[in-house]
């Protein structure tokens, strides 16, 4: 049979394709099908069951008058959009996703769905959290990556995908219990240290000087606790499975175990409880270091020149996750390079590191849930011990890393 005589390919499902992604391909239109879709239903979802899927942040939220038309509009959206994309492309996976999406939550009620009772204080699930952080996230960093990408080849879908939207999918339903674990250990642990000379010098300083403040104690904080990790064996092992992401995107940042979430956001949260920084400086530090930390992930090739030496940049902490040996331990913080500088780990050439991972040979595995028990079985792989010019047995994992399809731009 010639190559024109070849029968046109068949509809499938499938979570990676060789297809077109470009615009006039259906592929934007099924991916914002599909995100729409997941944020309608979960919209209705937490609508229905507020008690049991709601985070308690989010319920004055339920009462605006906007809300259901917002949940109308994106289904009514996903709907349309996921039919062209379906008409478009060979690979359905994401027109059903969406279509799929849309018409459950239609069988649910929809945006007209009656709101069910508030069961209880408050519940352990964050759906609405969820669906918030993935339509905002999307929509700003899904076209950031596609017209300022540092490596253009680099897919949407890419490889492993699925595991770190799974880790996006657990930190924001678990926000809740999260935000249990990290705040009430302080409150508990640390209530003696508060003085109250102290707590009222923070609190009577101006908003704008308040924030700035807890960025640069948050960070000071977290730079120890980040360097710790990678500097003890038995945390190295839990850090490790951040590390082992070969592939640099906003979504790579939510690759993070759940014992070093909490053991990071409870220790950084104790010097800004002891001081006493009120909620309303509280709430914008949170919304910067949730945007900040995805976007230092993310692939853009922005290098900010003006500011990279005072302000973390993708291009500082993309050296940070570098597979190449001279950026091993290297460029800890989160807000700014100051304490790098300070302590002697700031590591930034003139260019974008070659490769990300762990570098001398991966141990860590692909699934969540393996992953999510590795730093914690019995027996730890050989090539797995960690690398920096000292004795393999002394220092933790090493950070190896498998040089696949990402290269440098």
């Known amino acids: 049979m010639t190559r024109t005589e070849l029968p046109p390919p068949r509809a499938h499902l499938s979570l990676s394709t060789l297809e077109p992604t470009g615009f006039g391909s259906g592929f934007l239109s099924g991916l914002v099908s599909a995100v729409l879709g997941i944020g309608g239903l979960g919209g209705v979802l937490t609508l229905r069951?507020?008690?049991?899927?709601?985070?308690?942040?989010?319920?004055?939220?339920?009462?605006?008058?906007?809300?259901?038309p917002a949940i109308a509009?994106?289904?009514?959206?996903?709907?349309?959009?996921?039919?062209?994309?379906?008409?478009?492309?060979?690979?359905?996976?994401?027109?059903?996703?969406?279509?799929?999406?849309?018409?459950?939550?239609?069988?649910?009620?929809?945006?007209?769905?009656?709101?069910?009772?508030?069961?209880?204080?408050?519940?352990?699930?964050?759906?609405?959290?969820?669906?918030?952080?993935?339509?905002?996230?999307?929509?700003?960093?899904?076209?950031?990556?596609?017209?300022?990408?540092?490596?253009p080849h680099q897919h949407v879908f890419r490889g492993e995908w699925v595991v770190d939207l799974t880790y996006f999918f657990i930190n924001a339903l678990l926000i809740e219990v999260l935000t249990l674990l990290t705040l009430q250990p302080a409150a508990v642990l640390f209530s003696w240290a508060r003085l109250a000379p102290v707590t009222g010098a923070v609190a009577s300083l101006p908003l704008i000087v308040q924030v700035p403040a807890i960025l640069l104690i948050a960070d000071f904080t977290q730079y120890w606790v980040h360097r710790a990790f990678h500097r003890v064996p038995a945390l190295w092992r839990i850090h490790a499975i951040h590390h082992s992401a070969e592939n640099m995107d906003w979504l790579a940042g939510s690759r993070l175990h759940l014992v070093d979430a909490v053991v990071t956001r409870g220790l950084t949260y104790v010097p800004i409880f002891v001081l006493g920084f009120p909620q309303t400086?509280?709430?914008?530090?949170?919304?910067?270091?949730?945007?900040?930390?995805?976007?230092?992930?993310?692939?853009?090739?922005?290098?900010?020149?003006?500011?990279?030496?005072?302000?973390?940049?993708?291009?500082?902490?993309?050296?940070?996750?570098?597979?190449?040996?001279?950026?091993?331990?290297?460029?800890?913080?989160?807000?700014?390079?100051?304490?790098?500088?300070?302590?002697?780990?700031?590591?930034l050439p003139d260019r974008w590191p070659a490769a990300y991972g762990l570098c001398g040979g991966r141990d860590v595995p692909s699934r969540w849930l393996t992953q999510l028990v590795y730093p914690f079985r019995r027996k730890q792989s050989s090539s797995a011990t960690k690398s920096t010019g000292r004795d393999s047995a002394t220092t933790g994992t090493t950070r190896g890393h498998d040089e696949h399809d990402n290269h440098r731009n």
């Open 281 to 347: 400086a509280l709430i914008p530090y949170v919304f910067i270091v949730a945007a900040q930390a995805t976007f230092i992930h993310a692939n853009v090739r922005w290098e900010f020149w003006p500011f990279r030496r005072f302000i973390a940049t993708p291009a500082f902490h993309h050296w940070h996750h570098s597979a190449e040996r001279e950026a091993v331990d290297r460029n800890f913080a989160v807000h700014t390079p100051l304490w790098d500088r300070l302590f002697g780990t700031y590591y």
């Open 49 to 68: 069951f507020p008690g049991f899927l709601g985070a308690a942040e989010l319920r004055p939220l339920y009462g605006l008058a906007d809300v259901r």
């Open 73 to 151: 509009l994106a289904l009514l959206a996903s709907l349309l959009l996921g039919t062209i994309s379906a008409c478009l492309r060979v690979n359905k996976t994401l027109a059903v996703i969406g279509t799929g999406c849309t018409l459950l939550a239609a069988l649910l009620g929809g945006s007209q769905v009656p709101a069910g009772a508030q069961v209880g204080h408050g519940s352990w699930l964050g759906v609405d959290f969820f669906v918030v952080n993935l339509v905002l996230y999307s929509a700003v960093f899904i076209p950031l990556e596609r017209f300022f990408a540092l490596r």
